[in-house]
Structure formats: C-alpha cells, structure tokens
C-alpha cells in the first residue's frame, strides 16, 4: 500500500533550526512554583529563551494527511493533546482500509479463488511488515491481537495458566497501565503465584537499587512498561532483562506508548514478549500485536479456540495450527491489520529516529513554558521522559480543567490514566495529561499554556 | 464560551472556593461517604436530626467544582428540612440535572447547577453529595457512588 505521496516531502533534513524567541507566559509570580524545575542532568537540548524546536519535516504538510486535525471544536481549531490514549490517522491509512474493502475483501487463508489470495496477501504482508518493525527476526513472531490489552491477556492465560503455581512470582512495576497489572491479578489469583511490585524513585523512575531483592530465584516473569503512558518516562528495560536472564524469569514488555514513539528492537530489547497497540501509531482500532520468541509461542497452549487455529479436530480433541496461526482463532481483523501496515509505511517514512526526536523535543518545551505557569505542578522529571506530560494546577480539579480546556478546542486527558496504583504514588486522585505526537506544533503548545491561564483566570485563581 | 459560563456560573465558582458548612460535625447523628473512584471526587457527609428534621448539617472532602459545589448548596438549602423535603427536593434535583427541567421555584439556588444536563459525563459529580446524603438518611452502611 503506497502513500499517495510522500510525507513530509520537502522537509528539512538539516535536524532543528532554532530560531524564534516566544514566550507567551509570563510569570507574576515565579515564587510559587512548584516541583517543575528541571533537574541539571536533564541536558535540555536547548534552553527556553532560544525558542521552539522546528520540525525536521514539512510540519503543515504532514498535518495536512490528518484530516481529523483540521477541524474545530466549539469554533476554535482543535489541538489534539490526547496521543497516548490514541493517535489520529492518516488518510495514507483511512484509504488503505477503504482499498482493502473496496479491491480485496475475503476471508483469509483458505478460499480458492484470486479475491481471497488478495485478502491473504494484504493481511499476511502486514504482518511481515510488523515484524521488520520491531526487527523480529522471524514473521512467526507476530500474533495480531485486538490490542495491547489482549496480547498480554494472552500471555497471562497461554503461558501463565500452565506454568505457574504457588511459589512462584510475577513481577511487574508501580508504573503500570492497568492492561499490564488486572492479567497478572487474576493469574495470581488463579494459579497461587505471587503479585510483586517493583517501586518507584522519589522523581517516579523505577527504583532498581534493589533489583535483586525482586528479581529472585522464585521470579517467573517480569512484565513492565517499556515507556509510562503517565509520565512519558523511558525505563532501562534492556538493564531489567539481563536481571531477569540470570534468573531464567521471562520477559515482557508493554510497548503500548514506545513502539509508536521511537525506535524498538526486539533483539536488541532481548525481551520474550512485546505487546503494543495499532491505534496508537496511526492505525485503525482493533488491530494489536504480540511479538512472542517462536520457541515459547511453539510450546505455549492456545488462548481462543475456535475456526484458523486448529489443525485436525475430532469429536473429543483437535490438534493446532502452525505458529502463529495457532494464537489467531477465528476471523481475524484483516483489514485493519492491512491499516497497521499503512501505518508503518508512514511511520518508516518519516522516520523514527526523527519521530523520536522531534516528540522528545516538543515535549521538552512543553514543560519549558507549562512551567512557568503559577501554582502548576508537573509531575516527574525522568532525563527520559517523552511525549507525555502530566500536571495539575493548585485549587482547580483536572476534571474542570480538560472541560475549560475543551473549550478552547484543546483535548487532553483527565483522570487517573488507567494507572490508579501510580496516582496513588503521586498523592492524587487524578491529573491532567497533554500528551504529543509528531504531529503536534510549538504553537499549540502555546496555545495549551494560554487555556491553562484562561482557565485559571476563570475558575477566580 | 457560553454553555460553560451556565455550567460554571458565579455561584458554583464562590461555592467551589468558599464552600459553606464545609467541616465535620463530631456528634453528628449519621455520618455516610461517598466516592466516584474513577474521577476521584470523594465526600464525607455528617447530619444531625432532631425528629424529623435535619437540625445541621456538613461535609468535607475533594473533588471537581461541580462536585463540591453541589455539595455546598445543598448543605445550604436542606438545613431545616424534613427527611421527606429532603427526599423530594433530591428528586427534583436529579431531575433538573439529568433533563434540565423543574420548577425554579422550588428548587432555588439549586438552579445554579440547571445546565449540568448540557454536560452528561458531569451528571454524577453533581448528583454524589446527593446520594451520600441519601445514604445518611437512610442509615447505610455502605460507600455511595454515583459513577
């Protein structure tokens, strides 16, 4: 499936041009600051004075391909800061979806005739494109799931179910998604094994001083966030691995919010699992992956049963299908499948490196100026954090600032993120949540620290 | 900006800052809590009766403006009131909150929160001191959510 274009075509190569001075907040009362400072080992790439970055790629020409992006909400233009919850799409991946139901639609695998081979094709080469993605070494790797949510629900039961017992550990970390923490419960909860937590640092990064008091002789598996959906914090999971080998503990990890954001690589991760989501890197909902090492995925039992995973069935048992098919009962999500993979054409053309950087370095100005907003926390301060940025503003509750915001046309997140063990670490209920894409512009950054102040103003701050 | 000045109108905004009757009643007669847990507002309600009739009453607690607004006009208008009163105002209350209808004349400074119905996900930070107060009446034992 070819972009109709290119994206970002005459975009600069030549990284950040740092240019412009704006700073439209201005602080009355820089005393009142809170916990918003950034630590001196951050390395900003840039101090604030100096400006916004500029995007190393035609910015209104990529935004253009979303066409989401160009509409307004109570009469202002929407500014979209709610991508870790789920990104826009573009219409690279809207039409690729459209051509697979207009040009190809059938069932796959098993019909004899030209539309089900394209079927076939379309899904099966999306899946060979998921696993170049993630630098999988084998196509077999790559289950598509409905999400994140299912994929390690997957491994809960397939894996979990029928190797675990009490006795055994789990591990995961304080900083889950609650995708990454309700599997766990419930296979501890049915197999006798114990629930651990790995905690957190005073600045919210996981604490790993006393790794080896968690990762122990008794440990089965380790499932951790690859990057928080809260904070944006990057975890050293490569560090967890090789703790977790000396053990012979398996790995998991969720890459709901990494793999959309940077570069991930299996290999190079050494990870067992990996577990991410479509819909937040431009593809259509419904559509998930598992990336599981081919010999576990060989010795693992079936997660659904049902019709395309079996092999031969008789009256009282059946035998399974090869990998990965074993793991895909029933009809699967084809064409959104075919959507993941229009995605990742669009995704490798920009680039993920670039991607990275530039989501890295919105973020960073974001706290810039966020910070200078009186009474506002922001809430850690990981040297790795990106694309998410969580706040509070004293005396006004997230929920009234997302709906004063909403007014502006600005869409961010209120709540406690699915990650209540985390809010609890924070001391609060809930928080507001912007978080970025690279889509997003300074300028609506700005614009996000205007409706902050706005709101303050209105709610009598 | 229209709709959120009628959602957000002067009198939730002074409630929400200064909210009334906002302490807790060490001798009260019945005490009930209550608690959204997915948005975090969370109330601790304490009535005092003499009869029928709610002779005090107070709250503390955490949440969005709504909620605690709510809360603090309610504890303004059910001072004196029967638990009947209290009943019914509440049914009006709820009425006016999910339609956006009712009698003005009966339910007052309540009117403040008449364009919550406009707002559907908001419908129950208004209606949990409500229902805590309910509780309390009823002498339930139980954490009321209104989620």
Redesign the interface.
């Given at each position: 499936m070819e972009p109709e274009h290119d994206v970002g075509s005459g975009a600069t190569q030549a990284g950040y041009v740092i240019a412009r001075r704006r700073c439209l907040i201005v602080s009355e009362s820089n005393s009142a600051r809170s916990t918003t400072a950034l630590p001196s080992e951050e390395g900003a790439p840039y101090a604030v004075e100096t400006g916004p970055p500029v995007p190393p790629w035609d910015l209104e020409q990529v935004r253009r391909d979303f066409p989401a992006l160009s509409q307004r909400m109570h009469g202002k233009p929407l500014v979209y800061l709610d991508n870790a919850a789920t990104s826009q799409k573009p219409r690279q991946v809207i039409a690729a979806v459209t051509r697979y139901y207009e040009e190809s639609n059938a069932n796959v695998h098993r019909a004899i005739y030209e539309l089900g081979e394209r079927a076939t094709n379309a899904y099966e080469s999306a899946r060979r494109k998921v696993a170049e993605f993630i630098n999988a070494e084998d196509w077999r790797s790559i289950i598509f799931t409905r999400g994140t949510t299912e994929a390690i629900n997957l491994v809960a039961y397939a894996w979990g179910r029928h190797n675990l017992g009490p006795g055994d550990e789990i591990l995961i970390t304080k900083m889950e998604h609650h995708s990454n923490i309700i599997p766990w419960q419930l296979l501890a909860r049915d197999t006798g094994a114990a629930l651990r937590y790995l905690p957190l640092t005073d600045d919210y990064t996981l604490d790993l001083k006393d790794m080896s008091k968690y990762i122990t002789g008794s440990t089965r598996i380790v499932a951790l966030v690859h990057q928080s959906n809260v904070f944006g914090t990057v975890n050293p999971v490569r560090d967890i691995v090789q703790q977790a080998r000396a053990v012979g503990a398996l790995i998991l990890v969720d890459g709901a919010q990494s793999v959309p954001h940077f570069p991930v690589d299996v290999m190079q991760l050494g990870c067992d699992f990996l577990a991410f989501s479509g819909h937040k890197m431009l593809g259509p909902t419904g559509v998930g992956v598992l990336y599981a090492r081919t010999d576990l995925l060989e010795s693992m039992e079936p997660f659904h049963g049902g019709g395309e995973m079996i092999s031969t069935v008789d009256l009282q048992r059946a035998t399974w299908n090869q990998i990965p098919w074993k793991f895909e009962a029933g009809t699967p999500n084809i064409a959104q499948a075919v959507g993941l993979g229009a995605a990742i054409d669009y995704l490798n053309q920009l680039g993920m490196d670039r991607i990275a950087d530039y989501s890295k370095q919105l973020t960073q100005y974001s706290r810039e100026v966020l910070s200078q907003i009186p009474h506002i926390t922001i809430y850690g301060h990981a040297p790795t954090s990106s694309s998410s940025l969580p706040f509070n503003v004293e005396g006004i509750h997230p929920h009234d600032m997302a709906q004063l915001l909403d007014q502006e046309g600005i869409a961010v997140r209120a709540g406690h993120h699915c990650a209540q063990p985390l809010m609890r670490c924070l001391g609060v209920a809930a928080t507001t949540r912007a978080s970025f894409y690279f889509y997003n512009t300074s300028e609506e950054i700005d614009r996000l620290a205007e409706g902050i102040n706005q709101a303050v103003a209105f709610m009598g701050g | 900006?229209d709709?959120?000045r009628e959602?957000?109108q002067q009198l939730i905004?002074d409630h929400?800052?200064n909210p009334r009757n906002f302490r807790e009643i060490k001798d009260a007669d019945r005490a009930a809590h209550g608690h959204n847990?997915?948005?975090?507002?969370?109330i601790d309600l304490y009535l005092t009766l003499e009869d029928d009739v709610i002779r005090d009453i107070g709250f503390l607690g955490?949440?969005?403006?709504?909620s605690k607004a709510s809360a603090s006009i309610m504890t303004t208008v059910l001072k004196g009131k029967t638990r009947t009163e209290a009943q019914e105002l509440l049914e009006q209350f709820h009425r006016m909150a999910t339609t956006g209808e009712g009698d003005p004349k009966k339910l007052g400074k309540l009117t403040a929160l008449a364009d919550v119905y406009k707002?559907p996900i908001?419908v129950k930070?208004a209606m949990l001191a409500w229902r805590t107060m309910e509780a309390g009446l009823e002498e339930q034992p139980e954490t009321i959510t209104t989620e």
């Open positions: - | 900006m709709d959120l959602l957000y905004l929400n800052q847990p997915l948005c975090g507002d969370d955490s949440g969005c403006a709504i707002f908001r930070c």
